[in-house]
C-alpha cells in the first residue's frame, strides 16, 4: 500500500512539475511579413500624414526616435538613407517622442530633409507595438513589413544593414551610408 500511494504521490508531483504548459510568451502584432498597422499623425506643418497612403505610392521607412545624443548621432545615417533611396520612391517619416518646440529646432539645427512628425506621448511605440527607442521598420509598398530594426547604434551599422534591405525593396544598388557619413564627417573636420 506503501509503495502505491509513494508511487502516485510520485506521478501526482511529476504532473505538477511538468504537467503545466510554460508560459507562452506574447508575440508582436507586428513582424517582418505582417501588414504594417492603420496609422496616422499629423506631421511638423499639421498635415495629417497616412502610412496606407504613403505604402501605396511606394516602400516607407518608418523611424521611431527621439533626440537624445545616441539617436541623435545615427540621424546622419537614416537621413543618408533618405537621400540615397528617395529617388527610387523611398519615403522616410521619422517619429520624434519630444516637444514640438524641440524638435522643430532640432529640425532646423540639423537640417532634416524628411517626412518627420511629433508624439510626445509615445502613442505611435503602442500602435507599432514596440517599446524599444528607437524601432525603424521598413515597410514595402503596399504596407507589408519587411525590416524592423530596434535599438540605438551610433556607429551605423544598423543604418548600414537597413541600407542594404532598402536597396532590394526599392530594386536599386546598395549605397554603403555607414561609409558616405564618415566622408561627410571627415570634410567637416578638415
Not at 513589413?145 to 534591405?165: F, N, Q
Request: proline share 4%; charged share 30%.
Amino acid at each position: 500500500m506503501k509503495r502505491i500511494f509513494s508511487a502516485v504521490l510520485c506521478f501526482s508531483m511529476t504532473f505538477v512539475v511538468y504537467g503545466e504548459e510554460p508560459a507562452k510568451k506574447p508575440t508582436p502584432k507586428f513582424d517582418i511579413g505582417s501588414q504594417a498597422p492603420a496609422f496616422k499623425i499629423k506631421d511638423a506643418s499639421g498635415k495629417e500624414v497616412v502610412l496606407a497612403d504613403l505604402t501605396a505610392k511606394g516602400p516607407v521607412l518608418v523611424r521611431l526616435t527621439c533626440g537624445c545624443s545616441g539617436c541623435d548621432q545615427e540621424l546622419a545615417y537614416f537621413q543618408a538613407i533618405h537621400e540615397a533611396y528617395k529617388g527610387s520612391g523611398l519615403i522616410s517619416l521619422a517619429i520624434f517622442k519630444e516637444s514640438d518646440a524641440k524638435v522643430a529646432d532640432y529640425a532646423k539645427a540639423k537640417k532634416i530633409n524628411m517626412l518627420y512628425a511629433v508624439d510626445t506621448k509615445g502613442d505611435s511605440w503602442k500602435v507599432f507595438d514596440t517599446k524599444t527607442m528607437p524601432t525603424n521598420f521598413l515597410i514595402e509598398k503596399g504596407g507589408k513589413i519587411v525590416s524592423i530594426a530596434a535599438g540605438c547604434d551610433p556607429s551605423g551599422l544598423i543604418a548600414k544593414k537597413l541600407s542594404e534591405k532598402v536597396a532590394k525593396t526599392v530594386n536599386a544598388e546598395n549605397v554603403d551610408v555607414k561609409k558616405k557619413v564618415e566622408e561627410q564627417k571627415k570634410k567637416i573636420v578638415k
